[in-house]
């Protein structure tokens, strides 16, 4: 029996909720704020935006907005909902992103990529 996309999906968002909660596990207890501005560093990266954590989460919404331009919503206006999604990824990309790169470089300045 073939799993459906949608099971996919889940098994594929479990293992990224995983993967988080192992990052959140290193953060547990005392660290000090090299480390901090390091693991912050692989959320978001000033050199490299879409190479983060963040990045590829907003390259995927990215991806589900022009999805939801092709999808046909009983008497709604898919336009509209693909808006808000890519209003998600810019504001993850851009805001969520510089606010962490202001951390990681108040943390650790000298841990700055080129």
Known sequence: MSRTRLERVRASAGIAKLALQ???DELDGPVDAELLA???RELFDEADPP?????S?????TTASR???RTQLD???SESAAC???EAAAYMADSAGMRLHLATSTLHP???RP
């Open 84 to 86: 808000a999604i890519e």
């Open 75 to 77: 008497g709604e206006d």
């Open 67 to 69: 999805a939801t331009t």
């Open 51 to 55: 190479g983060g954590v963040l990045g």
């Open 57 to 61: 989460l907003s390259q995927l919404l």
């Open 38 to 40: 390091e693991v912050l």
């Open 110 to 112: 000298q841990g700055e």
């Open 22 to 24: 192992q990052i959140e």
